[in-house]
Every structure is written in C-alpha cells, then in structure tokens.
C-alpha cells in the first residue's frame, strides 16, 4: 500500500484542494484564463483521487486522477508559485528533486496496482504543448504523446435554434445507448457520464434522428486575450456592443458538446446543430474538443462556416499524454472518446 511523508491521498476534495485549483490560471502565451465552476466540476467528477501537499491550512499541490477502471484520467495538475519553481526545467535543486521522487514513485505505485488495489493500464491527461509547466510532466515520467486533440470555434452572433432540434433528458435510455454504440469503440471509452448532461437531438421530417450531441456549458474569467496588450484588450472587449456578445471577459459563457455523431458526416447538419446548441443557452459560441482523427471533423472541418471567432481565436492543439504499463504508450489507432468535463 502506498505512503508518503510529503503527499496525502483523499477521494474527496478539502476546502484547501479547491482554493488552489479555483486560483489556478491557465494558457501561457496566448489567452490566459481561470474556470469559473471549478467548485463545482470537482465534487463532480467520476472517482476521484487527490494527490496532494498541504504545509498546515494550505494545499500547496496536487495532482487529481479520475479513475475509469483501468484508465485513470489525469484532471488537475496544479502548485502554487512556490513550488513551480521545482518544476522548472532549468532548476535542478533538493526541492525538485524529491517532488519527482514522490511523483514518480506514486505513478509506477498506481501502475504496479499498489495504490487502491485496482489493476491500472493507462495514465493519461491533456497538456498545452506550448506549456513548460505542462510538458513538464511529460518528459520526467514517461508520458508519450499518443493523439492531438483540436479546439474547435464556433460562433454566431444572433443564432437560432432549429425547429428540428429538440433537447432530451439525461435519463434517457435510448439515447444513451446510441452513444454507446456510435462510441464504444474509441479509445477510452466509459460511460460515467451519460446520464449527467441533456442531449440535443436533430429529427428529419420522418422523426429519425439525424444528429445529436450531449450539452455542458462553461464559464471562464479571461485575463488577458494575449500578446502585447492582452489584459487591456480583455477589458475593453467587454465594453465594445455585439462583439461583447461572443466574449464576455468576465465571466465569458460558452458551449461544449461531446459525443457529437451526425448522420453522413453532413457539414449543413452539423451547423444546425451547432448553432441551435448556442442558441438554446444563448451563449452565442461553443468549443468542441475533438480528436483530429475523428472521421467526422476530417470531413467537416473546411465544409463549416465556423463564425467570427475561428480567425481570430484559431484551432488550439492540445496533446493527449499516455504512460502505459507495457512501458512504452503507443499512438492511439482509434479516435479519443472525449467528455466536456473533462476539458472544462
């Protein structure tokens, strides 16, 4: 069984481990933000694990894992100031050199199934490949890059929710099972979350169900939109009528589907459904985090008019990293199932 004189473990989250990750500021050279509903998100997710350091009433790391049977999904990877120092590529002290001890010591205990008795396969998690903090990780415990997530856009600024589109409950046995059969298949695949967002759904004139996605909604405080004049650009942005429509620095809501399928992979359908998401939340935009070998993105991606944010923000790529029990985490051969929690 595994212990530590410098880490703790707990499968619930202490006021301290959510006072750090609430504060926690993310993106590096391009826009930086902050998630909004972190308090929430974290008594949410599917069976936890927080791997932390708390020095008397503060927590000053922690790694949190989200256990999907043999897979366990790292969700938050977050120190305060004073020891990121530790994780600084260029610092190689005592400090650094313990915290990738313990570090390591804990991900080959979790492999070796030495840490709740379950057998474990895959550690993996989403990094920022532009993120020195994040690639940290990668090259001190033999993480592999093994697929590439895309953040797609879009945008609208007066949408409108399609006659054909109607939002089904959570519950709903049927659509959960035609995820499950469009979806078992991709890698890392599970199903905690199917009964926990709504779905939207696009019926043709003969009531088949031609579309459908499931819907989560997020909420980020963005400070600095980046470059040179990043955190005056974020206020004023706020201030300027219908652009601050699509963008809300303070409090900036947004759309995050998963689990999208459509019928023939038809551009036009995606669009609807898109834009009747955006429209049934009036949030005006999503993201949709997907796999860039997903069939469905390959061929919608340049078939879409994906609104007035693509030029400006961009398709982000975010690494999907892997640390295998074999020793050697191969590239994924089918697309990565992705869940909106896990990205927000």
């Keep these: 069984m595994w212990s530590s004189k410098l880490f703790k473990l707990s499968e619930k989250p202490n006021p301290e481990i959510v006072d750090l990750l609430t504060e926690v500021t993310l993106g590096t050279t391009g826009v930086r933000y902050k998630h909004l509903d972190t308090a929430k998100r974290v008594t949410q997710i599917d069976h936890p694990l927080f791997f932390y350091i708390q020095r008397q009433q503060k927590v000053l790391g922690n790694i949190t894992f989200c256990r999907r049977n043999q897979d366990w999904y790292i969700r938050y990877f977050a120190f305060r100031t004073s020891l990121q120092r530790s994780t600084d590529t260029k610092t190689e002290d005592k400090s650094n050199s313990l915290l990738k001890t313990e570090i390591e010591r804990f991900f080959q205990s979790a492999i070796n199934s030495d840490v709740d008795g379950n057998e474990v396969t895959h550690l993996y998690a989403y990094i920022d490949p532009k993120n020195d903090r994040s690639k940290w990780m990668s090259r001190n415990f033999n993480f592999q890059t093994v697929a590439q997530l895309s953040t797609q856009t879009f945008s609208r600024f007066f949408a409108r ?30 199903e905690h979350y199917l009964d926990k967002d709504p779905f939207a759904v696009i019926e043709n004139e003969q009531g088949e169900i031609v579309a459908f996605s499931r819907i989560s909604t997020a909420h980020w405080h963005i400070e600095s939109l980046g470059g040179k004049w990043g955190e005056q650009k974020a206020k004023l942005v ?3 009528p219908v652009l601050n429509r699509l963008v809300n620095p303070e409090k900036h809501t947004f759309v995050v589907p998963d689990s999208v399928w459509i019928k023939d992979n038809d551009p036009t359908v995606l669009t609807e459904l898109f834009e009747s998401l955006i429209a049934h939340t009036q949030a005006n935009m999503l993201i949709w985090w997907v796999d860039n070998k997903e069939l469905l993105y390959q061929e919608t991606k340049y078939r879409v008019k994906w609104g007035p944010l693509h030029p400006i ?15 050697k985490a191969q590239e994924l051969t089918n697309p990565l199932y992705v869940v909106a929690i896990d990205a927000i």
């Design 238 to 240: 706020s201030k300027i």
């Design 313 to 327: 923000l961009g398709i982000s790529q975010v690494d999907v990293v892997c640390r295998s029990k074999t020793g």
């Design 161 to 190: 929710k399609s006659s054909r589109c109607k939002i089904i409950d959570a519950t709903d046995n049927e659509m959960q099972q035609r995820i499950r059969q469009v979806f078992q298949h991709h890698a890392f695949f599970f």
